[in-house]
């Protein structure tokens, strides 16, 4: 199981930190990532970090969004800072399986085993 934490309604240039904490299963074994869906949109890849801890981000978010991953809290974090109202979405976290540490996840999402109820980000004054 995955539960996100820490959406919220924001100002545009603020920041958030969203949590997933995860639960019935060792983080270690799996890659992670961050997607996000905005209403009337598909959902879309923003960022994911592989078993080694190397992150990956969608153009978008680059140099904005940061992602790290706590195995021994069993969680993964999404940073967000400098939010803009195109940055309003559900967050979702997901978590796949993979045996090589280092390997890039990508954002294919029927490759992702477990995911996260979401979580409201609202970019608004």
């Known amino acids: 199981q995955l539960v996100e934490s820490g959406g919220g309604l924001v100002q545009p240039g603020g920041s958030l930190r969203l949590s997933c904490a995860a639960s019935?299963?060792?983080?270690?074994?799996?890659?992670m990532a961050w997607f996000r869906q905005a209403p009337g949109k598909e959902r879309e890849g923003v960022s994911r970090?592989?078993?080694?801890?190397?992150?990956y981000y969608d153009d978008s978010v680059k140099g904005r969004f940061t992602i790290s991953r706590d195995n021994a809290k069993n969680t993964v974090y999404l940073e967000m800072h400098n939010l803009a109202p195109e940055d309003t979405a559900t967050y979702y976290c997901?978590?796949?399986?993979?045996?090589?540490?280092?390997?890039?996840?990508?954002?294919?999402?029927?490759?992702?085993?477990?995911w996260g109820q979401g979580t409201q980000v609202t970019v608004s004054l």
């Open positions: 997901a978590a796949k399986e993979a045996v090589a540490f280092y390997s890039d996840p990508g954002f294919v999402e029927a490759a992702y085993k477990y």
């Open positions: 019935g299963f060792t983080l270690d074994n799996y890659a």
């Open positions: 970090i592989n078993r080694g801890g190397v992150a």
